[in-house]
Structures are given as structure tokens and as C-alpha cells.
């Protein structure tokens, strides 16, 4: 079955002073229709490029090299400006960090999604501003009627983002691509923003691709979800599998960076070192210099994902892989980490192995 969305080995370079960026490497992964999905990892992990190269929203000096972007069944990587516009304006809509930059500042909320809504379904302006004001008030704006004539920058952070969400609803989108939306709000403003958005992907069928470099909003969030490092993806699964079970390294790491209750830590990355200079990846696995775990092997073969219960290379359709020689017998030490959940809370207690850093 053809999922909503399959991105098939997609790379994207940018050319730059310093040399050739691979922000995005042989990608491949899917959104099925209705579901969440995430898209995680630290800064320069490749996130935002990926998401905008969906949309064609690769701009100069940036250049998408091979893969297909395939929604509904139709590459979009082939499709002319024209007709990618209309993908974008109609079954695609964007939900951005700086929900403020994204509205336009000289005309009211209310007017610019009554615009979609008027174009969209090719109503007359009453109609177009009544299901406006039922939109602004289905994403918790109080007062909705009164707030349809404010401009963004009467709206704080929080309500301009409910209006981009708002605005992206109002075209009947398949697929919401959401890039960072909450990474510019604060911790209890995100949690709503993050509620509102898992209601509306259920009451609306919309599925939504969501960008974090917060695995502890993914998991609050999301269906499946793809860990991303250096350009690539290192590990794909459900989201309880993930957040259970994680079989890279890497996701463990990140995983132990979610905050737990009562430890007062903030996000802090407890994984040591830093992600790598895109224009000279290490060789081997990426991750290798990073990792408690990294053999004389992983300094030579990138291992590509596969299946982590055979070893069998794993396909656009694969529900769990992960990228680590140990599921293909390369590692002579193995993965020495373990996951301990606090059952009471759900969150996570404890780690074993130097993955904590
Ligand atoms: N316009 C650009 N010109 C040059 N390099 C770019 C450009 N945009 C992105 N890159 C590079 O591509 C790589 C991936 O960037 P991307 O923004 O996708 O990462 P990300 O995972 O979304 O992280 P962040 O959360 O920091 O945006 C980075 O190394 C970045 O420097």
C-alpha cells in the first residue's frame, strides 16, 4: 500500500564558502495518512531541510541531488513550480517555529485565513470570515469574533501560533508539516499547543509530520517517529518502541536527556561532544566518535538501517530499523545499555552503560 507521504533516498547539498554541506543524505521514510509523525534530533541533524525539501522549499544555495518526494503516489520533485504551489496551497500546508514571521503583519489575522478559506473552497467572503471565526475559536483563541480584526502583533506567541495552525487547517490539508512549532514558547504554552495539535490531527484525519530536537515532545506526540544524525536517519519506530526500546545508541543518549519529574534538570544534552562538521563527516558510522560503544568496524562501515530483529536491510515500509553494525554482527562488545522505566510515572528512571555521559 502506498503510504500519504514516502520520501525515498532523498539528498540535499548546499554549496557554501567552506565547501559542500550534505544537510540530508539518502533519506528515506514515510507518513501514513492520519498519523503523526516525528522527525527528531539535535541541531544540524538535518530536520528542517528535510522538511522543507518535502515542499520544494530548497532554496539557492541549497539543491536537492537524487530521491523522490512521492505524496499520494506523485513525486513532487518533478512537478513544476506552478503545480507545486498548488500541492502547498492545497493538500500540504507549513506550521513553522516563528508562527509571528509567518503571518503577514499588515493585514488582521482573521483576514489572511478568511483569504485561504475564501480561494480554498471558492466561497464568497461572508462564508469565508464565519468559518474563520469558527477556525480561530476550534484552536482555543478566546473571543474569537473580536479577535478576527487583530494584527499578529497584537496576539501573544502562543495565539499567533493557534492562528498559523489555524491557517494551515484552513485549506483541508492531508498532511501538516509542523517544523519546530514550539521550540519559541514557553514549557506550559507548548503542552497545549502540542494537546490542540494531537486533537486536530484526530478530529480533522490531517497527518503531521512534526520536527523536534526534543525526543520528550515527540513522544508526547507522536505515532512513529525517525531519529536523524549528521544527514541521516539512525533509527525508525513506534513511538513506544522508541521510548521503551531504543536500539541506537544514539536514541538512548537522547532519550536520557528528557527531563523527569523531579529531577530538575532542564534539556540539557547529556551526550558528550557535539554533532559533526556536515562538510567533513567522520568516516564509518557518523556517530562513532560519540559513541560508548564504537569498534576499530565502526570507524570503516556506515552501517545503513535494518531490521534490528534479523539484520535484513530495511525497506521505505520497514516499521522498527536502526543503523548500528551490532544487528548485522559487526560489533564484537555489543550495545551495553539498558532502559528502566519508573512504572508508576512512565518516565524514565533509570540508564545503564556510559550512554549517560
Ligand atoms: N541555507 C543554507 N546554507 C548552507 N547550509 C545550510 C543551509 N540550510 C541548512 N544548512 C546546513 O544543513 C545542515 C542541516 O540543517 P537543518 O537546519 O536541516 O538542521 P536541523 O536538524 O533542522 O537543525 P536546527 O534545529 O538547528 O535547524 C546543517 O549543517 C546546516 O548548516
Redesign the pocket.
Known amino acids: 500500500m502506498t503510504a500519504l507521504l514516502e520520501v525515498e533516498d532523498l539528498t540535499a547539498r548546499?554549496d557554501?564558502d567552506e565547501g559542500i554541506?550534505t544537510?540530508?543524505d539518502g533519506l528515506s521514510y514515510r507518513v501514513e495518512a492520519g498519523e503523526t509523525f516525528g522527525v527528531v534530533?539535535?541541531?544540524?541533524?538535518?530536520?528542517?531541510?528535510?522538511?522543507?525539501a518535502v515542499l520544494g522549499l530548497i532554496?539557492d544555495?541549497?539543491r536537492i541531488e537524487r530521491g523522490e518526494v512521492r505524496f499520494k503516489g506523485e513525486d513532487l520533485l518533478s512537478m513544476d513550480e506552478s503545480e507545486l504551489r498548488s500541492v502547498r496551497g492545497d493538500r500540504i500546508a507549513l506550521v513553522f517555529q516563528d508562527a509571528r514571521a509567518a503571518l503577514n503583519p499588515v493585514y488582521t489575522v482573521g483576514e489572511q485565513i478568511a483569504e485561504t478559506v475564501e480561494h480554498h473552497l471558492e466561497c464568497d467572503p461572508e462564508v469565508a470570515r464565519d468559518r474563520t471565526i469558527r477556525l480561530l475559536d476550534r484552536v482555543g483563541i478566546p473571543d474569537a469574533d473580536a479577535r478576527y480584526s487583530d494584527y499578529p502583533h497584537e496576539l501573544s506567541g502562543g495565539m499567533c501560533q493557534r492562528a498559523t495552525i489555524a491557517m494551515a487547517l484552513s485549506c483541508e490539508p492531508d498532511l501538516i508539516v509542523a517544523?519546530?512549532p514550539t521550540s519559541a514558547l514557553d514549557v506550559t504554552v507548548e503542552a497545549r499547543i502540542l494537546d490542540l495539535l494531537a486533537d486536530l490531527t484526530d478530529e480533522f484525519g490531517v497527518a503531521v509530520q512534526l520536527?523536534s530536537?526534543d525526543l520528550g515532545v515527540i513522544a508526547g506526540t507522536c505515532d512513529r517517529a525517525m531519529v536523524?544524525y549528521a544527514?541521516e536517519a539512525v533509527e525508525t519506530a513506534a513511538i513506544e518502541e522508541l521510548y521503551y526500546d531504543p536500539k541506537h545508541p544514539y536514541t538512548a543518549g537522547l532519550m536520557s536527556a528528557i527531563p523527569r519529574v523531579g529531577d530538575g534538570r532542564d534539556r540539557l544534552p547529556t551526550i558528550p561532544g557535539t554533532t559533526p562538521d556536515?562538510i567533513d563527516v567522520p568516516s564509518g558510522c557518523r556517530f562513532h566518535p560519540r559513541c560508548p560503544f564504537a569498534e576499530e568496524a565502526c570507524t570503516r562501515r556506515n552501517p545503513s538501517l535494518v531490521d534490528p530483529e534479523t539484520g535484513e536491510p530495511a525497506t521505505i515500509g520497514t516499521d522498527r530499523a536502526a543503523a548500528c553494525l551490532e544487528y548485522t554482527d559487526g560489533l564484537e562488545g555489543g550495545l551495553d545499555y539498558s532502559v528502566e522505566i519508573d512504572g508508576a510515572t512512565g518516565e524514565h528512571a533509570e540508564r545503564g552503560g556510559d550512554c549517560d555521559g
Not at 534530533?41 to 522543507?52: C, D, I, N, Q, T
Open positions: 548546499f557554501t554541506v544537510a540530508v534530533g539535535e541541531s544540524g541533524a538535518g530536520k528542517s531541510v528535510a522538511a522543507r532554496d544555495p541549497g517544523d519546530e520536527v530536537h536523524m544527514g556536515p
